[in-house]
């Protein structure tokens, strides 16, 4: 019965989570995806499962229900002498300076929930699942930058979506082989709009919003203590479009038209193939594996911009794109039991960039990335709360930004210039997972 009330919650929670962004790519969900650095695709006790493997909803045995809160804190380094974008200068002239990125501090939480299923006319065992995510102080926002502007590639407006995934999984050999797969919904958006600017300004506007779909897909096999996972997630890159024509009244009679339409990639998540290899032995576990990252159709969150001059010719935003290349991530974790009810976990990820090349205009900036997961989590075997068993963990992940040293070739009359990228990111959270 608490299982279905759940249930209920979270089936109507999903009507509004309508976006998806890469908190669990960057830094995990729960005690376990932190800790273990991303590396629980194999592991059948995941909780977010909906989102990390759907195949692994078929090994469910019992509900499940988890919910974390954890403090997300991204710090790039001060740039000691760099060429300032157009929006920071009081003239076109080219301005030498200082530059310290905003810090990026976010309280988020994570909801994740698993229940059996069983299919009588197949003689299997199924399940479904649900994952969400978000931070506490907003739903979504959206930044869109200029083709100049410095910016961190991976971190913030990806990372900071409410978001949710609903997933199925399907035994397919009994205790052997499952297979799963679930959908992650997003928006896009486009509209028009017209304002004729005088003493009375008047405007109107048309906004159509599309609700698109991203699937993921998992196959989950395992033997006595071996277990391995394969999981395939779309890109998620939705796109805001917008048309204005403006008019200005001139001398009360003549009306001069401008037409703008702006466009811009809201945030953008890669397209990714997932692999885990995990051997458990008396609730030792280790594993190893890779994340395959398809950054070939990155889109920056840039605002291009395409207007006519008065002999009709095009005028197009230039720029703000980087060149980029796939990935290969390569991680490790390890499952260690500290006595019969606590367990500590440890996880190492080594993330390459995918921006090759930063010379141009584009000021997105990244780095190879070194990434070390831990938590401890203690099982109770009878919660006074909930009256059943239920794990309380704590953890944590750092974040270290290789140093990039980053020459900029001249650019639209500006000097070439140099400077360093370096920073770190921090989370530290707690969770619950509970038996229901």
Do not use: C
């Amino acid at each position: 019965m608490k299982a279905l009330k759940i249930l209920y919650f979270l089936a109507g929670a999903i009507a509004s989570s309508l976006a998806l962004g890469s908190q669990a790519q960057n830094f995990g969900l729960d005690a376990a995806s932190t800790g273990r650095a991303g590396s629980v695709t194999a592991e059948e006790s995941n909780v977010h499962a909906a989102l990390y493997n759907p195949a692994l909803l078929g090994t469910q045995k019992q509900s499940g229900f988890s919910f974390s809160t954890f403090q997300v804190d991204v710090k790039v380094n001060e740039f000691d002498s760099i060429f300032l974008p157009r929006a920071l200068r009081k003239s076109d002239e080219p301005v030498r300076d200082k530059l310290q990125l905003s810090p990026l501090s976010q309280t988020r939480w994570a909801l994740g929930f698993n229940h059996p299923l069983r299919v009588k006319a197949l003689s299997r065992q199924a399940g479904f699942g649900l994952s969400f995510s978000g931070p506490f102080e907003k739903l979504r926002g959206f930044v869109a930058h200029a083709p100049d502007d410095f910016f961190t590639a991976r971190y913030g407006t990806a990372d900071a979506q409410f978001k949710g995934t609903a997933s199925l999984g399907l035994e397919l050999i009994p205790k052997t082989l499952y297979v799963g797969t679930g959908l992650s919904l997003f928006l896009s958006g486009a509209g028009a709009a017209e304002t004729t600017l005088s003493s009375n300004p008047t405007s109107r506007m048309n906004l159509d919003v599309v609700l698109e779909k991203a699937p993921v897909v998992g196959l989950y096999a395992r033997t006595d203590s071996f277990s391995s996972a394969l999981t395939y997630h779309q890109k998620i890159d939705p796109i805001l479009e917008q048309a204005v024509k403006a008019k200005i009244r001139i001398g009360g009679r003549d009306t001069f038209e401008q037409p703008v339409i702006m466009r811009s990639s809201l945030y953008f998540e890669p397209r990714t193939i997932d692999w885990d290899f995990q051997q458990k032995v008396n609730q030792l576990a280790w594993s190893v594996g890779l994340s395959y990252q398809l950054w070939g159709e990155y889109q920056p969150p840039v605002l291009f911009t395409e207007t006519p001059d008065l002999m009709g010719t095009t005028h197009r935003t230039s720029g703000g794109k980087p060149p980029t290349r796939n990935t290969l991530n390569p991680r490790a974790s390890v499952g260690i039991p500290l006595g019969a009810t606590t367990l500590a976990s440890l996880g190492y990820q080594y993330r390459p960039t995918p921006f090759f090349d930063l010379s141009g205009l584009s000021n997105a900036l990244d780095s190879d990335t070194h990434i070390l997961g831990m938590a401890l989590e203690q099982h109770f075997t009878d919660s006074w709360i909930l009256g059943t068993p239920v794990n309380l963990g704590v953890f944590g992940q750092i974040h270290r930004f290789k140093n990039r040293e980053i020459t900029k070739t001249p650019q639209s009359g500006s000097p070439s210039s140099a400077f360093t990228f370096t920073g770190n990111a921090l989370v530290v959270g707690v969770s619950a997972q509970a038996e229901l």
